[in-house]
């Protein structure tokens, strides 16, 4: 059974052949890659809402070189211990897909029998997670209105995407537990060194959220070394600096071919509060 929901009318979302519909006839279908488009065109700000393809693919061939992959290990590795049997994952702002892929690889590697869904707002990002994972639902979707019925996941995960605690509370089951990755601090430092004259640590959040129980946070913290320009822009494309930049600062990661930087990462730990 499909835990999409209509986002016209929040009744629940069947399969029918090659689109989703709910008991009052809403219909959407299915793009050729494998997702749905659940978002309203009255909640969109921008005509193409959320990250663009140039970031999208940037992404993509940044992460498909593994130099996340501590990272994504260690979050696998808490939502293993989360996860029951044949239980749903939600992953809210899913992105390309890259982390979802390696959740539901190692879940399917511990029999874990789960369901995978994934939301991000932006349609490049749906489709190519769509692409990655075909075992896994991925719409087109905000996390401040997630089109998923209420009390339906056991784990949800959100990844440097927007926080909307009233939202992954609806959608979490009775004592469910959510899994924030934020950056640290000094994450990408030596990026941050090579852009600007003056680089600037990371705010990093309070632990305490509304009406979740704090479980922990696991850091994860080593250094990348890029032997190549390509990976270098790849990385610098992918973040919001590339966009809150000058040409001056892009010339001057332009005139580089070897980068060497700290990355850093918060998985926080929390349970849903009954």
């Known amino acids: 059974m499909s835990i999409w929901s209509c986002p016209v009318c929040g009744e629940n979302l069947l399969k029918r052949e090659k689109s989703l519909v709910c008991k009052k006839n809403h219909s959407f279908d299915y793009a050729r890659s494998g997702y749905v488009n659940l978002l309203p065109v009255s909640r969109k700000k921008t005509k193409l809402p959320g990250d663009n393809a140039l970031m999208i693919n940037a992404r993509r061939s940044f992460l498909s070189r593994d130099f996340y992959k501590p990272m994504s290990d260690s979050l696998c590795n808490v939502v293993d211990t989360f996860m029951p049997y044949g239980g749903v994952l939600f992953d809210a702002g899913c992105g390309e897909g890259y982390y979802t892929k390696n959740v539901y690889q190692s879940l399917s590697d511990s029999d874990k029998n789960a369901e995978i869904y994934g939301v ?23 996390v401040f209105h997630i089109p998923v ?10 990844l440097f995407a927007p926080y909307c605690g009233d939202e992954f ?25 090579a ?12 632990y305490k959220l509304s009406g979740f129980e704090f479980l922990g946070t696991e850091k994860v913290d080593y250094e990348i070394i890029l032997k ?4 270098i822009q790849n990385l610098f ?29 918060e998985i926080l730990k929390y349970r849903k509060k009954e």
């Open 149 to 158: 019925i209420d009390n339906s996941c056991d784990v949800l995960m959100s």
């Open 120 to 142: 991000d707002i932006s349609k490049y990002a749906a489709d190519a997670a769509a692409k990655s994972c075909r075992t896994a639902k991925f719409a087109v979707g905000s």
């Open 228 to 231: 190549s320009a390509d990976d």
């Open 195 to 206: 852009i600007y004259s003056a680089p600037y640590e990371n705010n990093v959040q309070d």
């Open 169 to 193: 509370r609806r959608v979490l089951k009775p004592n469910g537990k959510m899994i924030l990755v934020i950056p640290g601090r000094r994450h990408l430092w030596g990026l941050k060194k």
């Open 237 to 265: 494309t992918m973040t919001p600096y590339y966009y809150k930049t000058g040409i001056q600062e892009h010339m001057r990661l332009k005139s580089l071919s070897e980068l060497s930087t700290e990355v850093s990462f």
